[in-house]
Structure formats: structure tokens, C-alpha cells
């Protein structure tokens, strides 16, 4: 499968199944769109074939010297057998032993606090019910969710840990008492506790501060980007904004970290189409480490995005990617999470075919300790799969989630763009289609054109 595009000046040719990026010339990337046009499967047989070369003069001979498309052709034949272009489909041969393969629970998200001291109007959550009550998890149901973690880990030796809400702040000594507990189990289980928070600032405090870059891995806090996009989608439950009081705690703790180990996450909607700017914004207050999220919302929400946003959309991810390039040479760069793709090494296998581990190696946590594939799913009836007592009660829910991949989903077979998202968001499909097996499509769009530009970006700075 070959995918080309052209972006910022850049003709790009992207050979999916290898992974191989080229960045070509004019007359290069013609020959092959011919070639690929041609037939629906290539062989390195069928371009070595005369009537290659007579498809291209017949063509494009108006365009391009003899002599040019014959020089052309032979490139293209020897990438083509060193298997860098045209390369047949290695991975579906694969899915079966992803499907059977024995997975372990490597991570949980606690939601140590369903509650929360703002009324984002956005919020999934709920404002931390999720469906259901207020409450804060106790150390004895966390404490179990540990237990159950270690015990359902195999041999692995790094887990991890998010404390998530809600707001997990509302609920801090049992946060900082289930950090001291992990930390004896590594000595007797011969295991490392990776843990990270969710926040949102408001309670964020010299102590917590200390704390948190003393046992947190990765931190992620809470933000929409501009002042007045902040404080009109993530106001406290009287209205007032938040941004004045928790731009100043998030620019301390990230310099307490040496601008690294965190992230700084907003979420657009259609009411901020320029989310450029609030990113540019993010970085003009000293933030290095940054990402901002699509809003996921039905059509009826006034903030949701449409499919009529999209264009505005897909250039707006373009003109972030200019300006990136720029502010990186000029040595004021800084990371953008969804244009962070690694073209050399990349997930494994298993990982590129079935995304995120939801369901099977990663599960979440209820504060009276009920399990569910992610946090997305919590409040769901029919996604509860256990509770920390008895352990996972519903296999079947986990052997659905291990059975998804991107060639269970029809729409991402012929995706160019499958191996760097896995397939999607398996709560947004559930959401939007009635089953996990299918894919939020404006999402799918969106994912599309940050991966074009993120290779693009790859491009331009090497290039130098």
C-alpha cells in the first residue's frame, strides 16, 4: 500500500506496510502514482516488466525526457527490491498470534476521586460522577487494586499507575499513602511502580509539588490553552474561570521538572478552530510539553465537532507544523504529542495492530473497586468486568477488547494511516457506532492529517 501527498513543499510517498517515508522529487513521485494506479497488488516482477516503462512514456513522455523516466523507474525497481516500496502486507498473516497471544495487566487508572472542583462543560465525566455518585476511593479498596495489579502482571516488571478523577487532588493522603504502599510491594514482588497524576491544578501546592516530582513519572495538567478559552470551557461550579489561578502553578511545576516529564492537555472544540494559537500560547508561557485533544461530543452538543469543521481543521494542523518547524530551527522548539511519531523502531506488532491495551493489559478502577477496560467505559453496565475482590468475573468483555484490531475494523483496512493509530479510540467507535469493532470517522480524518504532518515535519528538519 502506498500512500503520497504533498505538504509545506514536501513530495512524500509513504510505504505502509514497511513503514519506509521517501521524500522525492516531482518527477519521481509522478512515476510512482503511475505505477500504483496501475494494479491494485505490485510485484517486484511486474515493475521490472517492459510495459512498466511503456505505461509511464505513454503517460507522462509529454512531461518528462526518455531518458528521465528511465532513470525514474530504475529507482523505484531497486526500492522496490530492497522492500521499501510496493511491499505486500506482512501482518495480517500476524493477527491470529496477537489475538491468542497472553497478555498480562500492566497498567491501571485509579479514579481515586470521582469528584471534581470545576464544572468543565465538555467534561465525559460527568464532573467526576460518571454516571453514577460522588465518592473518593479508600486506601484499603486502592490498596487492593495494587494487590490485583501485582498479582495479575506476570513477569513483568515496570506497571503503571495513573491517578485519575475526577480530580485526585480532592483525594491527596490516600494518593500519597497508595504510593508509599506500591513502593514496599516493589521490594517483596521484585516490581517498578510507575506512577502519574491527572490534574487540574486548583489544589496544586508547594507540598504536592515536592511530592509529585519526587514519586511521579509523568504528571498531566489540565488546560484549554488562551485565557478565554479556558475559563469558558473549564469554569468552576459558579462560573468563575480557573486560568488565573492555575497558569502560574502548572509554569512552576514545569520548571520544577526541568520542562520535562509532564504534559500540559487541553481539549478543542468548534468554538476554538484556532487551537493553533492556544498551543502557540502554551509555548509562549515556557511549556515544552504539550498536547491538545479533539472534543468527542454528539452532534447536539453546541461545542461538538462537525464534519463542516473539518477543513478548517486539517489546516490548522498544517499551519502548526510550519510554525513548528520554524520555532525548532530557531532554536524555540517544543513537543506537540500527536505530531511525535517514531519512523525508525515504533511500537511493536502487536501494539501498531491493537492499540492501546484497553480491556486486557490496561483496566480501570472505581473508587468502591469495579473494573472496566478504560476510564472511558466506567459507568457502562456492560463493560464491567470485575472488581478488585474477585478479580476479572467478565473474561468475555476482555476477549472482545483482545479481539479488535485493525483488520476486525473494515474502514481501517485501506487506511494508510492504521499502524500509527491502531485502529482508533475503542470507547469513541462503542459510543458513536454501538460496537468497539468500528471508528469514530471525523476522529479518524483528523488522525489522518496529523500523521501527514508529522512526517512532514520529519522531513523538514532533516533536511537541516
Not at 497508595?178 to 491527572?198: C, N, S
Not at 488522525?447 to 522531513?459: D, P, S, T
Request: with cysteine.
Amino acid at each position: 500500500m502506498i500512500h503520497q501527498y504533498k505538504n509545506n513543499g514536501y513530495n512524500i510517498v509513504l510505504d505502509v506496510y514497511s513503514g519506509s517515508v521517501h521524500v522525492v522529487d516531482d518527477l519521481c513521485y509522478d512515476v510512482i502514482e503511475i505505477l500504483n494506479g496501475q494494479n491494485e497488488k505490485h510485484t517486484k516482477k511486474t515493475l521490472c516488466e517492459p510495459e512498466a516503462f511503456h505505461i509511464l512514456e505513454e503517460k507522462l513522455g509529454d512531461t518528462y525526457k526518455k531518458e528521465e523516466l528511465k532513470e525514474a523507474l530504475a529507482d523505484v525497481q531497486a526500492l522496490t527490491e530492497t522492500g521499501q516500496l510496493f511491499t505486500e502486507d506482512m501482518f495480517e498473516n500476524m493477527i491470529e498470534v496477537v489475538k491468542e497471544r497472553k497478555t498480562v495487566v500492566k497498567a491501571l487508572c485509579l479514579h481515586i476521586a470521582h469528584d471534581c472542583n470545576l464544572a468543565c462543560r465538555y467534561c465525559f465525566a460527568e464532573e467526576g460522577e460518571y454516571h453514577g455518585r460522588r465518592a473518593l476511593m479508600s486506601y484499603e479498596v486502592g490498596k487492593k487494586a495494587l494487590d490485583f495489579l501485582i498479582a495479575n502482571s506476570g513477569n513483568r516488571h515496570n506497571l503503571e499507575v495513573d491517578f485519575f478523577g475526577g480530580e485526585p487532588l480532592m483525594n491527596w493522603q490516600t494518593v500519597k499513602d497508595l504510593v508509599a504502599y506500591g513502593r514496599e510491594q516493589e521490594k517483596i514482588h521484585d516490581k517498578h511502580f510507575r506512577f502519574t497524576v491527572t490534574t487540574n491544578g486548583v489544589l496544586l501546592n508547594d507540598e504536592i509539588q515536592e511530592f509529585v516530582n519526587q514519586e511521579m513519572d509523568n504528571v498531566v495538567l489540565s488546560l484549554d490553552g488562551r485565557k478565554e478559552v479556558n475559563d469558558r470551557m473549564r469554569p468552576f461550579r459558579n462560573g468563575k474561570g480557573s486560568y488565573d489561578l492555575i497558569v502560574p502553578k502548572f509554569q512552576k511545576l514545569a520548571d520544577s521538572r526541568n520542562q520535562e516529564k509532564y504534559y500540559v492537555r487541553g481539549t478543542f472544540t468548534r468554538e476554538n478552530l484556532d487551537f493553533a494559537e492556544d498551543i502557540l500560547h502554551f509555548a509562549d508561557l515556557g511549556f515544552k510539553q504539550m498536547s491538545i485533544e479533539p472534543v468527542v461530543g454528539d452532534e447536539s452538543d453546541p461545542y461538538a465537532i462537525r464534519e463542516e469543521d473539518l477543513p478548517a481543521i486539517m489546516g490548522e494542523y498544517v499551519r502548526l507544523a510550519k510554525i513548528m518547524i520554524e520555532r525548532k530551527k530557531a532554536g524555540k522548539g517544543f513537543n506537540f504529542f500527536h505530531f511525535m511519531i517514531d519512523l525508525n523502531g515504533g511500537p511493536c506488532v502487536a501494539k501498531r495492530l491493537s492499540g492501546c491495551g484497553s480491556g486486557t493489559e490496561y483496566l480501570a478502577v472505581t473508587p468502591w473497586g469495579d473494573l472496566y477496560p478504560c476510564h472511558q467505559f466506567v459507568g457502562q453496565e456492560e463493560f464491567l468486568m470485575g472488581n478488585v475482590d474477585e478479580g476479572i468475573t467478565k473474561p468475555e468483555i476482555a476477549d472482545d477488547f483482545r479481539s479488535c484490531n485493525v483488520y476486525s475494523k473494515e474502514k481501517c483496512r485501506d487506511c494508510f494511516a492504521k499502524f500509527y493509530c491502531s485502529g482508533g479510540c475503542m470507547a469513541n467507535s462503542y459510543n458513536f457506532h454501538g460496537t468497539i469493532h468500528n471508528t469514530y470517522d471525523i476522529g479518524c480524518e483528523m488522525q489522518r492529517k496529523r500523521v501527514e504532518c508529522a512526517i512532514m515535519i520529519k522531513a523538514a528538519l532533516a533536511e537541516g
